[in-house]
């Protein structure tokens, strides 16, 4: 079966800091790799997502992600984060018609 | 992105009651949505695929009579949670499902509180 392991529980950040938030998965097969935000008081929303093709991929609101096949890790990235991107940030895996399997989630926290 | 509906948003319930769950897919003809159950501070967890016309196909462990699954129609899944127990109480979403860009739409979740 397959997992995914996001290393950083808790991200406390300044603004214009950069973020990196890892994300690693365990599967052997073709994966659609995802990160979506949740907001507070807010549903899950899609960020960015990577299937195949340029491995680094751009998402909405600056974010990125870079595919790295050989470390099984999708890492998200943001040069410069805003007091707005303080949420929760999920990564996903689909590996079968849909169906995801989430990491814990890691709690970003921007000072203003 | 696709718009995806939950009702009620908020419920809270009496021990020993059923409550109904609702999950419409608005944009789009979800052959297959899914349920998840959010505790606090913690990740979704899988709970069942609910597949259009045919039965749910639930996760190892969640219990199939406990959380009735209907998904009646192309844009509509119901989550019924029966003979609802304090220990019920949580955060569920569900999503639905677009198989033409292997993307999943979530619902904003419905927050469930058993006395």
């Known amino acids: 079966a397959q997992s995914v392991s996001q290393h950083n529980h808790h991200v406390i950040l300044s603004e214009a800091a950069s973020l990196e938030l890892g994300c690693n998965y365990s599967?052997?097969?073709?994966?659609?790799l995802f990160w979506y935000v949740q907001y507070p008081g807010q549903h899950l929303q899609l960020l960015l997502k990577?299937?195949?093709?340029?491995?680094l991929v751009k998402g909405i609101k600056g974010f990125e992600a870079e595919f790295i096949k050989s470390k099984f890790s999708f890492n998200l990235r943001k040069p410069s984060v805003q007091w707005s991107d303080t949420a929760e940030y999920f990564c996903?895996?689909?590996?079968?018609?849909?169906?995801?399997?989430f990491g814990d989630g890691t709690t970003l926290t921007v000072k203003p | 992105g696709a718009v995806v509906s939950q009702h009620p948003s908020r419920v809270i319930c009496k021990s020993g009651t059923s409550v109904k769950i609702e999950c419409r897919s608005l944009?789009?003809?979800?052959?297959?949505m899914f349920w998840y159950r959010q505790f606090p501070k913690q990740s979704l967890m899988l709970m069942a695929t609910?597949?259009?016309?045919?039965?749910?196909?639930?996760e190892q462990g969640v219990e199939k009579d406990k959380f009735l699954i209907n998904h009646a129609s192309l844009t509509l899944s119901t989550l019924t949670v029966t003979s609802a127990h304090p220990e019920d109480s949580s955060f569920y979403i569900c999503?639905?499902?677009?198989?033409?860009?292997?993307?999943?739409?979530f619902g904003p979740g419905t927050r469930l509180t058993v006395l």
């Open positions: 999503s639905a499902y677009f198989r033409g860009t292997d993307t999943q739409y």
């Open positions: 599967y052997g097969g073709t994966v659609n």
């Open positions: 990577y299937f195949s093709g340029d491995p």
């Open positions: 996903a895996v689909n590996t079968n018609a849909g169906k995801s399997t």
């Open positions: 944009d789009f003809q979800a052959t297959t």
């Open positions: 609910s597949n259009e016309g045919s039965k749910a196909t639930y």
